[in-house]
């Protein structure tokens, strides 16, 4: 029988961790973050809200900005030729702050030789695209957010110039209701989304439960849209594979039913032949051939559920001294059953004896004639069966594909009798009770770097789920 390592294993032995579904489950979990759906509408959202309130306000202020202006310089050009008339040189600050004090601006009169009075305004008139009005000495223009109307005289120029809005509160009762609507269609717009997608979330529970098996998991069909389909498909999937797997499982199960017979007559036949190496030959081949077609039975059964197990309350001591005693004296020498505390598990003590006596037997095979260590304890709420063995150990390349039925190792342990099913059906009892099975070599000491062999761990819980 070959050693098979088990690809469902959770908890692998530190030297030979590798990521499980569950381990990986549970790190995309932790990475989501920002790659979460929801969590990717919810921004888009928000952003999408932030850039509309400043969209809208911006649109607000400009719309008031021109309105204002518009109103200022419909009211102040009249307005400007008349208080200017009595204004000449000599320029004076008064003059400026009058004219100032009666328009409600910012005044900043410019001699002929270029000299502003009382300073010259924050921006370079020259930079003004001027707009004409019916009185050809008045002009009106724009910078930045100036609105400027300038007065030519015959001594210089008069520059009247303000910013209509600045300081102008926007943030009303009314402006921060109509915010508040916005934000509130956004949120609901959202919530609504998120209503339209929730059937992914269920389809990935849904899946997970797949994955794990269980294949009668069905999703209710709430809508008739895109996600309505894909849920139907997802169900009629399902329902397929299902029976895919219960056809194998029944023909399996058949066809190893209808060859025991012709096996069993056939061995009886060898059986009767006189003796030889050819008579020993057939015989064997033939139990061979039995000892398959009952793994492959037993394995079918624990996968397909199509047995139930016969949980009872069963001292582990007892259940691995029974296998222990279906071994010769000869191979009884080689186990070594090491002091151990007496733990009780519910369990099926059939199948755990064929569990127990598969691996031991399998550590036999392997160990060079050198013992086999069996020992086991508690941890946490499990308990831990270690067997050890002096073996070669496993090769690297094959510990990713050890477990899977009919797998067989490296070539060089091929010479050994073996139908690749020996630890498959392992690996599926210590899924039925609820456990896994661990296997890797054997951790290097700093005292003996050399040593060699395989580590075989049955994990169980006391009571399964």
């Not at 050009?77 to 009666?102: H, N």
């Not at 724009?142 to 303000?162: H, M, N, Q, V």
């Not at 499982?249 to 096996?263: D, N, T, V, Y």
Request: with cysteine.
């Amino acid at each position: 029988m070959n050693r098979h390592l088990s690809r469902m294993n959770r908890h692998p032995s530190p030297m030979n961790r590798e990521p499980t579904p569950e381990t990986s489950t549970q790190t995309c979990r932790r990475r989501k973050g920002l790659h979460s759906l929801s969590v990717r509408l919810t921004l888009t959202f928000l952003l999408t809200g932030f850039l509309l309130v400043i969209l809208v306000i911006g649109a607000f202020r400009f719309s008031a900005e021109e309105h204002i202006q518009m109103r200022w310089r419909d009211m102040l050009v009249d307005y400007v030729a008349t208080i200017t008339s009595d204004i000449g040189p000599p320029f004076t600050k008064q003059q400026a702050d009058y004219l100032a004090e009666r328009t409600k601006t910012q005044v900043s009169i410019q001699s002929q030789d270029g000299h502003w009075t009382p300073a010259p305004p924050p921006f370079d008139p020259t930079e003004i695209s001027w707009n004409d009005t019916p009185d050809p000495d008045l002009k009106t223009g724009r910078r930045r957010s100036y609105f400027a109307i300038s007065r030519k005289t015959p001594e210089g120029t008069i520059l009247f110039y303000d910013r209509p809005i600045h300081g102008f509160n926007f943030l009303t009762s009314g402006t921060l209701i109509s915010l508040g609507l916005i934000i509130l269609v956004i949120f609901a717009c959202f919530h609504y989304v998120k209503a339209l997608l929730r059937p992914i979330h269920t389809l990935t529970s849904a899946a997970e439960e797949v994955r794990e098996g269980n294949l009668e998991v069905e999703v209710a069909v709430k809508r008739m849209d895109e996600l309505g389909v894909l849920t139907s498909t997802f169900n009629s999937m399902s329902h397929q594979i299902k029976r895919m797997l219960d056809a194998k499982h029944q023909l399996l199960i058949a066809l190893s039913h209808e060859l025991r017979s012709p096996l069993t007559r056939l061995r009886m036949a060898g059986e009767l032949l006189p003796e030889s190496d050819n008579r020993e030959g057939i015989i064997n081949d033939c139990r061979v051939m039995e000892k398959i077609i009952s793994d492959i039975m037993e394995g079918e059964q624990l996968e397909g559920n199509h047995s139930r197990l016969n949980f009872q309350a069963i001292a582990v001591s007892k259940v691995i001294q029974d296998s222990y005693s279906d071994f010769p004296t000869e191979q009884k020498r080689l186990i070594e059953l090491q002091p151990s505390p007496e733990v009780t598990v519910t369990g099926d003590p059939v199948r755990l004896k064929i569990l127990f006596r598969n691996l031991i037997q399998n550590a036999l095979i392997y160990s060079d004639g050198l013992p086999v260590k069996v020992e086991w304890k508690m941890s946490e709420q499990n308990l831990v069966v270690t067997m050890t063995d002096q073996g070669p150990g496993f090769q690297a390349e094959d510990l990713q594909h050890i477990g899977e039925p009919f797998f067989r190792a490296d070539k060089a342990r091929r010479h050994h009798h073996g139908s690749g099913m020996g630890l498959y059906l392992c690996k599926l009892i210590c899924k039925a009770h609820g456990g896994e099975l661990q296997i890797g070599n054997r951790p290097q000491t700093a005292t003996d770097s050399n040593q060699t062999g395989a580590e075989v761990r049955v994990v169980l819980p006391l009571t399964p789920h």
